[in-house]
């Protein structure tokens, strides 16, 4: 199956522990723009499409000290098409010393497209699987954001990777294709035992350590990763680490948080990067098990001040929690299941901002978590346009594509606001199964692929929702009206104008909370499908006002609610007899009124009967139960209710 993988990269200044939410979502979306600045200016090697990664023993010798690599890369590779050569990516400044293929010498060249193309020394055919083996060393030359960086922190030597977008040809002979993962990897990283200060090196890899071994004044530490992983994804680091770990219980299946961080933010890291666990058991208990728990889950601190969702350890400039919430998030939206698409970037990037909602959630309390729904919302209204899903032409502007308002913020939202549609029991059962979909898990997905798993969940159409919410535009703005007829009823009806053409009407469950004069308080969810639609329903308590959506789970913008006093008086001037009744109505009203139409509604909204005025409306037809006449006039909408039996 055809894979396409996009990926985020967080590039942030210094953040301090507890900075605002809002400021360091701007940073992330500021950052991964910037990195995909740079990805979309990078066109693939279409030399290295022939032929499938299957393994890599990657053994890297370094110092700290010094900016240089040497090594060997061994990779098991299977072919597409007869291959009489093999092309992997390598700048051209890394000098490949051999090439061998069961121990004996291939012939290569090193080009100035920055690839290595190695002879063979026979043909190997269409699904045969064979390996060789490159020895090279180099100073890398940093390309991307990054690359390969040797530098200090507090006067200490520390050398780190970050190969996002296509680094990692700057340090090891590789396939940079993102449509092939690797199956899985070996990382043996040599350095010196110790520092200049005597302090010990450190090494970190993805994957879970096998061992550290000792030959002489140099030490070997062996990772091993058996997930799919593209190149990108793979990272070291080295420098006098202090570490320490957190324990995730995994409902009996333990596995470490492994934190790696500098001496000099020891203490200060310590007290920040606990809540990892907490996050990390919400996640686990909202979706499913973290994907890689059968190796660990990591922070290694490196030179810059935000982050990258290496697989199995996120490198870390700072340990905020929104910081730590946001790459843990990834590893399940982004690492796990990857946007198909730049038109999909929502999956990956609305997901990971609502996952760090749900940490306020669930961590905050349920107002932290309304004042957070606020800030979206009040980022997504605005402007009056808008798609979550991407147009071609959006694709074209990488501004766009990571629109903080569209792409994170409504993205985030529309999650959220099909979690309230669903009910948390189906919507969160929908995203255990969209993640452990064998046709998406470890794999990509795109906005159809979620919409068949979360229809295919509930058992409900969500053409309409994703057509309103996603596909077009905007958002709209609501007029409730209410009153109270009775002591025993209160009448709601609703209507909306829309902020963008391309949405007739938002269809969505409206939540309304109902307020008594002696502090009661009533919650409805009204679903709402068409303009002026009315709801009757019971209450037990003489109304005092009503609120419109009172916990922000709306998008919507310049709302109003009032109290229907035209309509109650409107109300006393019509009758509508016999009622109850078993064929027709009678309804008698002013001279003075004109009625345009009359339309009939049973209690679940559906609209049964329309007509144009008529003193008689004949209910024959109709089953037997509770039925709404609603009567449109020149001076409002009028609403009845009337038993059929």
Sequence with gaps: MKKIFIYSFIFLPFITFGQDFKESMELIREAETKAALNRMLQRVNLNTGNYDVKYHRLEFNVNPSQAFISGDVTTYFEAKENLTDVTFELTQNMVVSQVLQRGNPLSFVQNTDDELVITLDQVQNTGVLDSLTISYSGN???SGFGSFEQSTHNGDPIIW??????????????????????????????????????????AVANGLEQSQTINGSNKTTHFRHQYPIPAYLVAIAVTNYSVYTHTVPNNGNPFEIVNYVYPENLVSAQASTPITVDIMNLFTNLFEEYPFANEKYGHAQFGWGGGMEHTTVSFMGSFGRNLIAHELAHQWFGNKVTCGSWK????????????????????????SFINWKQSLNNSITSQSGGAVYLSDTDTLSVSRIFSGRLSYNKGAMVTHMLRKKLGDATFFQGMQNYLSDTNLS?????????????????GQDLTEFFNDWIYNQGY??????????????????ISQTQSHPSVSYFEAPVPIRVLGTSGEVLDLVLNNTTNNEMFLRAVTFPV????????SDLISRNNTVSLSVNAFELDNQFTIYPNPTSQEITITKPESLTVHKINVYNTLGQLLITTPWSNTVDLSTLSNGLFFVQLETNQGVINKSVLKN
């Design 476 to 493: 709209p703005s609501y007029n409730i009206e209410w009153n109270q007829p009775n002591a025993s009823q209160i009448r709601i009806s």
């Design 442 to 458: 470890y794999d990509y997905a795109k906005t159809e692929d979620y919409k068949t798993v979360m229809e295919t969940t509930s």
């Design 544 to 551: 005092d006002t009503i609120l419109f959506d009172p916990e």
């Design 344 to 367: 999909d970037i929502w999956l990956n990037e609305g997901f990971a901002t609502y996952l760090s909602g749900l940490v306020v959630e669930n961590i905050d309390g349920n107002n």
């Design 161 to 202: 990777t970050l190969s996002e977008p296509y680094g990692a040809k700057g340090w090891w002979p590789c396939k940079q294709d993102l449509i092939d993962k690797i199956d899985s990897i070996d990382v043996y990283i040599t350095t010196p035992i110790n520092n200049p200060s005597n302090e010990e090196y450190i």
């Design 140 to 142: 890398p030359i940093s």
